[in-house]
Every structure is written in structure tokens, then in C-alpha cells.
């Protein structure tokens, strides 16, 4: 359990797990809530939805212990993480989402790359994959690199919403308005020396807090404290997952998997192609100079009523299965019911009509272009 994971109980939190931790799914309206177990939209789904537009149009706190975090050092540091990542590595004080490939050309994480300015970066990834990528990490070891896992020592936050940095400026002196979207560096929140990001998965001004465990109830107390004129709200994953989806950001074990390629995921936007040699490059140089995947992911609108995709539902054409949904759920801000899917790639195109199955009922959806809320992504970075 987090630190905090006790306040936050007494706040009417309600949880799930993530390889062990337990993670917040959302805050119940009170005390004697009980979530009725159920494949359709359960009498948890007005609430979540309250937190998405707590986000949207205020301010939402959540915990985001749930991330691992690796700290990587030393004078070969640089050269080791450029070569092991496919995506050219940030500048000091930045941030990056980085991807790292298999030999094969296949995806062996989507993760977040910090350059803290002083020889040290950190990558940030999902929690469960800790192991795995500990050893993956352990198989390309260098002895001029030290790389630490300091997922159980680092904690924290994220704030997102338009009234976010309202928050944070109350709580350090720090130049945290001049910190442009990814850009990272060191701040003091309240009584707390915290690393931050100005990030944010919702697609709204965000900003992830990072601090020692040590410190994780004291900065949550300062946050709602600081929050309170603004009436912030805390937040669980499940939100998360209906704010992602309105942005068509896909997720480890879902969109993105070690089955998958980057063409398949919309990934090669983000490799370096002019770089040198980086693990993976010659299968993933092959896949970008051939006739392309034969499925990519696409963004769906369901015709859904009360029930949304949630993973693996079967995607028809004239008759003719072309995908499975690969998550879904509902976009509490644009009112629709969204699915990303693995489709074949001639379905792919923005207009097309298909059939998806959901919980044994055949549902009409349309291939929709990606992003639906805010595509041009100005929210996270006025």
C-alpha cells in the first residue's frame, strides 16, 4: 500500500491492484458505497464520470505510486540509454515518452524518459512490468551505467485540470510557471522536495509529482489544502482510463504489448530514425521501408447503450471479423462510447462502419479520427 493509502480510505477511496499495490479506482459519494459487480456500466459510473470533469474543467489529484521508476547514472549513462531506446534522448530538464524495442523489432515498452540535468535520468514505466524490465535492463547491463529501481522509495501525485498550476503556485516559490509542457526539474511543494514533470495522460494542463515515500501523505495533505478555494477533487484510474481514451493514448498490455510492432501502434512517430545503432533498428527500419502492417490500431465511436468494449471484443465487417478491441470504455466528456481496436488495415479509415460485440449484443461503430477531445492538443499546453 501507498503511504497514504489510509487517509485516502478514510476519504472514500475504493481500490483495485496493480501487481500488488493497490491502486485507486475512484472516491465514492459516501461512506456506505457499495459497487455492485456487473459487465455493464455499474451505479459507480455517475461518479467517475464526475471526476472526469473535475479534470476537465477544475482540478483532479491522483495517486500515481502506481508507476515504476528506474534511476539510471553514471558516465556511461547517455551512451547506454541511446542506445537501448529507439527515441532520441531528452535535453537536460526534459521529459520524453521513449520507446524500447526487442532485437526484433517489437515493442518492449512505452515509457517516460527523464533528464534531470545533472548525468541522472529516470524511466518511468508501468508498474507491473517492474520485473520484467529490471531484467531486461539486467541483460544489456553496462559496468559504466548504474541503474537503480527506486520504484518503493518514490511516490507521488499528478494534478491535471485548467486550475492545476493555480495549485502547485500556491505551494513553492520555485519558477514552476516556467515549466513548459515535458519540461521537468526540481521543485520544493510545501515541505517536500519533489522532482516534477509537466505532463499530464488526461490531455489537460498536468504536472506529476514525484517525492520520497516519506513525504507522500504530507504533500497530499498540502495539495487538498491548497486545492480547497478551487474545490479539487481526487481521482482514481478508472477516470483515467475514460480521459485516455478521449485522447486515443493507448496503454501497456492493451494498445501496446510485446506482440506488436511500432507501425502497428502509431509508435514510429516517436523513434529517431537518424540516430545510430539502437537496439531493434535494422527489424524496425525493415517494417518502415515495407508494405506496411497488415492491422493497426484505430479509435471507435460504439453505438452503445449501457454497456461499453472493456478488451478482446470481436470487430466485424460485411460478415467478416477484422480486429478485437484492444480497450474501451466511456468518454464521460464527449458523451460517447469509445474503443481502441487492432483492426485490419483497410478498415482503418475514418468514416468506415462496423460491428463490435458487447456483452452479447452486436453494436454499430465507426472508425472516428483519433483524439476526439481537444485532437489538437492545446489543453495540456497553454
Known amino acids: 500500500m501507498a503511504?497514504?493509502?489510509?487517509?485516502?480510505?478514510?476519504?472514500?477511496?475504493?481500490?483495485?491492484?496493480?501487481?500488488?499495490?493497490?491502486?485507486?479506482?475512484y472516491f465514492a459519494e459516501n461512506i456506505a458505497f457499495e459497487e455492485a459487480p456487473t459487465l455493464k456500466r455499474s451505479n459507480a459510473f455517475n461518479r467517475v464520470g464526475e471526476e472526469c470533469k473535475?479534470?476537465?474543467?477544475?482540478?483532479?489529484?491522483?495517486?500515481?505510486?502506481?508507476f515504476s521508476r528506474f534511476e539510471v547514472s553514471g558516465e556511461?549513462?547517455?551512451?547506454?540509454?541511446?542506445?537501448?531506446?529507439?527515441?532520441?534522448?531528452?535535453?537536460?530538464?526534459?521529459?520524453?515518452?521513449?520507446?524500447?524495442l526487442s532485437p526484433s523489432g517489437k515493442l518492449k515498452g512505452d515509457l517516460t524518459l527523464f533528464n534531470w540535468g545533472d548525468g541522472s535520468y529516470w524511466i518511468m514505466g508501468s508498474y507491473y512490468l517492474r520485473e520484467w524490465h529490471r531484467r531486461w535492463f539486467h541483460d544489456y547491463r553496462d559496468e559504466h551505467v548504474d541503474?537503480?529501481?527506486?520504484?518503493?522509495?518514490?511516490v507521488g501525485f499528478a494534478l491535471a485540470g485548467p486550475n492545476s498550476l493555480k495549485v502547485l503556485e500556491k505551494l513553492t516559490d520555485g519558477p514552476i510557471a516556467d515549466l513548459s509542457f515535458m519540461g521537468c526539474g526540481r521543485f520544493d511543494v510545501g515541505m517536500a522536495r519533489t522532482?516534477?514533470?509537466?505532463?499530464?495522460?488526461?490531455?489537460?494542463?498536468?504536472y506529476e509529482i514525484h517525492c520520497s515515500s516519506g513525504d507522500h501523505i504530507g504533500l497530499r495533505r498540502a495539495l487538498l489544502e491548497a486545492g480547497a478555494e478551487t474545490d479539487i477533487q481526487?481521482?482514481?484510474?478508472?477516470?483515467?482510463?475514460?480521459?485516455?481514451?478521449?485522447?486515443?493514448?493507448?496503454?501497456?498490455?492493451?494498445e501496446f504489448t510485446q506482440a506488436y510492432t511500432p507501425a502497428q501502434t502509431g509508435m514510429t512517430r516517436w523513434i529517431d530514425w537518424h540516430k545510430g545503432d539502437f537496439v531493434g533498428r535494422q527489424a524496425a527500419l525493415t517494417e518502415r521501408d515495407g508494405e506496411g502492417p497488415a492491422q493497426i490500431i484505430a479509435t471507435l465511436e460504439v453505438d452503445a447503450d449501457d454497456?461499453?468494449?472493456?478488451?478482446?471484443?470481436?470487430?466485424?465487417k460485411d460478415g467478416q471479423r477484422v480486429g478485437f478491441v484492444t480497450s474501451g470504455?466511456?468518454?464521460?466528456?464527449?458523451?460517447?462510447?469509445?474503443?481502441?481496436?487492432?483492426?485490419?488495415?483497410?478498415?482503418?479509415?475514418?468514416?468506415?462502419?462496423?460491428?463490435?460485440?458487447?456483452?452479447?449484443?452486436?453494436?454499430?461503430?465507426?472508425?472516428?479520427?483519433?483524439?476526439?477531445?481537444?485532437?489538437?492538443?492545446?489543453?495540456?499546453?497553454?
Open 195 to 206: 522532482r516534477i514533470g509537466r505532463l499530464s495522460v488526461s490531455g489537460e494542463l498536468g
Open 147 to 154: 541503474v537503480r529501481d527506486i520504484s518503493d522509495d518514490v
Open 307 to 316: 454497456a461499453d468494449a472493456s478488451g478482446y471484443e470481436p470487430v466485424w
Open 76 to 100: 556511461g549513462a547517455h551512451a547506454w540509454l541511446n542506445r537501448l531506446l529507439a527515441t532520441a534522448l531528452p535535453k537536460p530538464g526534459r521529459s520524453k515518452l521513449a520507446v524500447m
Open 3 to 25: 503511504p497514504a493509502y489510509s487517509e485516502m480510505t478514510a476519504a472514500r477511496c475504493r481500490w483495485g491492484v496493480s501487481w500488488g499495490l493497490e491502486v485507486p479506482l
Open 234 to 254: 481526487e481521482i482514481g484510474f478508472n477516470a483515467l482510463l475514460s480521459l485516455r481514451l478521449e485522447k486515443s493514448y493507448g496503454i501497456w498490455s492493451a
Open 54 to 66: 473535475a479534470v476537465r474543467e477544475n482540478v483532479g489529484l491522483l495517486d500515481i505510486s502506481g
Open 329 to 382: 470504455g466511456y468518454g464521460h466528456s464527449v458523451k460517447r462510447s469509445l474503443a481502441m481496436a487492432m483492426v485490419n488495415r483497410e478498415v482503418a479509415t475514418v468514416g468506415t462502419k462496423l460491428k463490435v460485440h458487447i456483452v452479447g449484443a452486436e453494436r454499430n461503430a465507426t472508425v472516428i479520427a483519433a483524439s476526439p477531445y481537444d485532437p489538437e492538443g492545446q489543453a495540456m499546453r497553454v
